[in-house]
T-cell receptor, first 118, second 112 residues
Framework: EAGVVQSPRYKIIEKKQPVAFWCNPISGHNTLYWYRQNLGQGPELLIRYENEEAVDDSQLPKDRFSAERLKGVDSTLKIQPAELGDSAVYLC????????????????FGPGTRLTVT | GNSVTQMEGPVTLSEEAFLTINCTYTATGYPSLFWYVQYPGEGLQLLLKATKADDKGSNKGFEATYRKETTSFHLEKGSVQVSDSAVYFCALRNNQGGKLIFGQGTELSVKP
């Protein structure tokens, strides 16, 4: 079974430029997450989707970040314009939450996209 | 709000030494607790989990026990190997589902 796929793996851009990250979750997983991991820190949630609905985007900086999950499968996270402080690893994860509201379902993580803003 | 605190790293051990990485949490209700591991150049992988008080999660020789009275979930291994060198993250997820809340990670380096 294929894992969570992310692309690109690495991206270097200049500040004020746009950038987009793509995620393909594990087949059949209904819940998709985007996390940001700053250097030396644990991941922090940006947005969570249940199917195609964003159910938690409280930590997403909506002035410059946007995300979509068309048809409840693939997802794209965009930053426009990028700032120096956006340099981080962006992680996508997915889970199969058979009974929404249970906390024990495993989240499977992709390898991440390392973004460097210069 | 919910939070997780881990002991700071890096932790450097000799092969076959005993490992403990401390993790304490603050949460309302009864969260599920997890340990994730991140090997160099790889993504986060679930190492073990526990879903209720006094549960013990175990995998690959690692184990952790969910202690509600001390709000802790310390990771232990009796004899570490060089291949265990990685960054270890403690995390919680409340039982209403949703996001994982991670600690800051503890880097483990095992020397031969």
């Amino acid at each position: 079974e294929a894992g969570v796929v992310q692309s690109p793996r690495y991206k270097i851009i200049e500040k004020k430029q746009p950038v987009a990250f793509w995620c393909n979750p594990i087949s059949g997983h209904n819940t998709l997450y985007w996390y940001r991991q700053n250097l030396g820190q644990g991941p922090e949630l940006l947005i969570r989707y249940e199917n195609e609905e964003a159910v938690d985007d409280s930590q997403l900086p909506k002035d410059r970040f946007s995300a979509e999950r068309l048809k409840g499968v693939d997802s794209t996270l965009k930053i426009q314009p990028a700032e120096l402080g956006d340099s981080a690893v962006y992680l996508c994860a997915s889970s199969l939450d058979t009974f929404p509201g249970q906390g024990s379902y495993e989240q499977y993580f992709g390898p991440g996209t390392r973004l460097t803003v210069t | 709000g919910n939070s997780v605190t881990q002991m700071e790293g890096p932790v450097t051990l000799s092969e076959e030494a005993f490992l403990t990485i401390n993790c304490t949490y603050t949460a309302t209700g009864y969260p599920s607790l997890f340990w994730y591991v991140q090997y160099p150049g790889e993504g986060l992988q679930l190492l073990l989990k526990a879903t209720k008080a006094d549960d013990k999660g175990s995998n690959k020789g690692f184990e952790a026990t969910y202690r509600k009275e001390t709000t802790s979930f310390h990771l232990e291994k009796g004899s570490v190997q060089v291949s265990d060198s990685a960054v270890y993250f403690c995390a919680l997820r409340n039982n209403q589902g949703g996001k994982l809340i991670f600690g800051q990670g503890t880097e483990l380096s095992v020397k031969p």
